[in-house]
């Protein structure tokens, strides 16, 4: 989370893409003649913000907009955030679109964006505090974790409970949000001693088996598994498959990729709350363009929805099946 890079390799990262219509009259550089929007996610090579990213290009071609991108080497790299948003601001850009990934560290350096007349719009994950920007684009994340928290609590039946969580890291609004909505939906309270164990796992599959791994170590006897996304879901799924529970442990997670998915068909994953990356992109290049246009921003958030995937329905859980999930999912 702390690692530095150096300005060579951050400016050698800040990828930069034209998508306005390359035959203007005037002969201008794009550069001056187009006005341009900034794209910064947590990473490249999550297919989570691959799709945001292709959102981000077909929506600026379509607007009539330059997109420059950045992302950052891991996630929590704050640091090229920082740089990235600097450099955008002396590109000239109109506004940002950013997936925080220290989501009060960033706080900083978007003050200085938005005081500079960039708009600024957060995308998936809230800024702490969540005004930091002028708006956000995202799934309602308390929401996504308290529909698979209805869905464990009515596939359990009334069974008593041995719950992991995976969570994500410290700091991360995201990860909060989730794990809270979990809790809220189960009907359970932080504490509750039916949380047997939790362990981080930044969202990574390696450090999903690991912490499965380790809470097993600790709980054998645990039933349900939490999980703050797929990658980690199957992390899970393949450390209580070596030990011969993955039958008798209801794994529920937040995300709605393709793989994901297919892992909820499969089996693998009990339930998905599925969320549209492409919706967040294709709204806040939008705003963008307006603003680009009228000088006038867009405020507060808005909930670009969220829906429980699961063949499996439980009683009372309003859900779509992954027939649904596949059609709508993402990577």
């Not at 929007?37 to 009539?64: C, D, H, R, W, Y």
């Not at 719009?121 to 996504?144: G, S, V, W, Y």
């Not at 993955?246 to 937040?254: F, G, N, Q, T």
């Not at 705003?287 to 909930?303: E, I, L, P």
Request: hydrophobic share 40%.
């Amino acid at each position: 989370m702390n690692a530095k890079l150096s300005a060579g390799l951050l400016v050698a990262a800040l990828l930069v893409t034209g998508c306005g219509g390359g035959n203007g009259g005037s002969g201008q550089n794009s550069s001056s003649s187009t006005p341009k929007v900034g794209l910064i996610t947590k990473t490249e090579t999550n297919p989570f913000f691959v799709k945001m990213k292709e959102g981000a290009q077909k929506s600026a071609q379509a607007n009539g907009l330059e997109l420059m991108s950045a992302a950052g080497k891991f996630d929590g790299d704050n640091a090229s955030q920082i740089t990235a948003i600097e450099n955008m601001v002396a590109a000239g850009v109109k506004g940002i679109l950013i997936t925080p990934s220290d989501t009060k560290a960033i706080v900083p350096a978007i003050k200085k964006a938005r005081d500079a007349g960039v708009l600024v719009i957060a995308l998936d994950t809230p800024t702490d505090p969540q005004d930091a920007t002028d708006a956000l684009f995202a799934t309602d994340n308390l929401k996504a974790g308290e529909l698979i928290g209805q869905y464990a609590k009515a596939a359990m039946a009334g069974k008593p409970a041995k719950i992991a969580t995976l969570d994500l890291a410290p700091g991360v609004t995201v990860g909060q949000l989730r794990h809270d909505g979990f809790l809220k939906g189960y009907g359970i309270q932080e504490g509750d001693p039916s949380v047997v164990c939790s362990q981080d796992t930044r969202g990574d599959q390696a450090k999903g088996q690991t912490a499965m791994e380790n809470c097993l170590q600790k709980a054998p006897d645990i039933n349900v598994v939490y999980t703050i996304n797929e990658p980690a879901a199957l992390g899970a799924y393949t450390a209580l498959k070596a030990k011969g529970r993955e039958k008798d442990v209801l794994i529920v997670s937040v995300d709605g990729g393709c793989t994901g998915t297919k892992a909820v068909k499969s089996g693998e994953i009990a339930a998905t709350s599925q969320q549209y990356p492409l919706k967040m992109a294709e709204d806040g290049v939008k705003a963008v363009a307006d603003f680009a246009k009228s000088g006038k921003k867009v405020s507060g958030y808005t909930d670009t929805g969220v829906t429980l995937i699961t063949d499996k329905p439980a009683s009372g859980v309003e859900a779509k099946d992954t027939t649904f999930g596949l059609a709508n999912c993402w990577g």
